[in-house]
């Protein structure tokens, strides 16, 4: 762990890496993905390519802008982008586990999901893009949702927790979490935070959010402030682009961008334990490059969790094995 503001490892690929998301910006995420195949391995046998994100500078990427209008791709197949966490060869290896289906759910293919949860027989799910982002509750068993709330039309939605008093909302770069009313889903107070929103999950105590590097930030559930960063890492390799997350019996869960796996992390540590291949749900895959897994929640009083992605018409209640 690390307090915040502590000096990071650094050095020349990871700078290099840090310089090509600000210079290539928002238009170039096809020449970003070229560029980040050799840069992404070489920054993560050493160095830590979330620096940039963590220190709250502005990234070209985001959880959901880096694929529009690309080729991109990840999660199917695509050459360009690494489809898989890269695991250095260090202890501890993390294992290798099954995504199993118990059943199938049915999902709006409109939404594009950034945070989901499940409380209370109750599904609490926010949606990015600008003008359409935008956070609901919906009965577990189906049905439409009974509050729906939109963003402003200049904020792009991401993850989401819920506390026992609180639903915390993210945006992706307008650097402001929404506190709000877990019944109405009516913001009560917005606070600020640096750098970029991508994942959130609270684990009893605290809140977990990622920012689309390899660290996760603990805050305070009333306050939002920073306690502390854990660095991710799997064989020793810094795992970039931990996306939305969920916290599970004092571990997280977390979906990483543009690949189909699920990695289950020691919040104490950073060291991911375990890895989870859920390559084989929604296929075929909407034909969006966009329509990547993104959405954990684990189901109370269940050791299974609901997973599904954006533009999906599917979630699936799963239970991970191995
Ligand atoms: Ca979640």
């Known amino acids: 762990m690390r307090i915040p503001g502590a000096t ?8 290099i890496l840090g310089g090509m998301r600000r210079f290539f910006g928002p238009v170039g995420p096809l020449m970003m993905s070229l560029a980040l195949v050799g840069a992404v391995s070489a920054c993560s046998t050493d160095e830590n390519p979330g620096d940039a994100t963590a220190s709250g500078t502005d990234t070209a990427l985001a959880s959901s802008s880096a694929p529009s209008g690309s080729d991109t791709g990840g999660g199917q197949g695509s050459s360009l982008w690494p489809s898989n966490v890269v695991v250095g060869s260090d202890d501890p290896q993390p294992a290798r586990g099954t995504v199993e289906v118990v ?34 509750r919906r009965p577990l068993d189906g049905g439409p949702p009974t509050v729906s709330v939109p963003m402003a039309a200049d904020e792009f939605g991401e993850g989401l927790a819920l506390t026992p008093d609180t639903l915390w909302t993210l945006t992706w770069k307008n650097n402001v979490a929404h506190n709000r009313d877990p019944q109405t889903l009516e913001v009560r107070e917005e606070v600020h935070y640096d750098g970029e929103g991508w994942g959130l999950c609270f684990d009893g105590a605290q809140l977990v959010m990622s920012n689309g590097s390899d660290q996760l930030t603990f805050r305070d559930p009333v306050t939002f402030e920073p306690t502390g960063t854990v660095d991710v890492t799997a064989g020793g390799t810094a795992v970039p682009w931990l996306n939305e997350l969920e916290c599970v019996d004092g571990e997280v869960l977390a979906n990483v961008f543009m690949t189909d796996e699920i990695l289950r992390i020691d919040p104490t540590t950073g060291h991911v334990t375990a890895i989870y291949d859920g390559a084989h749900l929604q296929q075929p895959r909407p034909d969006s490059n966009d329509a990547v897994l993104n959405g954990i929640a684990a189901l109370p009083e269940s050791e299974n969790l609901l997973v599904t992605g954006k533009l999906w018409p599917t979630m699936y209640e799963v239970r991970l094995g191995g």
Do not use: M
């Open 8 to 15: 990071s490892r650094s050095g020349l690929a990871c700078g």
């Open 103 to 136: 059943r199938e759910l049915e999902h709006d293919p409109q939404l594009f999901t950034q945070g989901l949860e499940v409380s209370d027989g109750q599904i609490y799910e926010s949606t990015g893009q600008y003008g359409s982002s935008q956070v609901q």
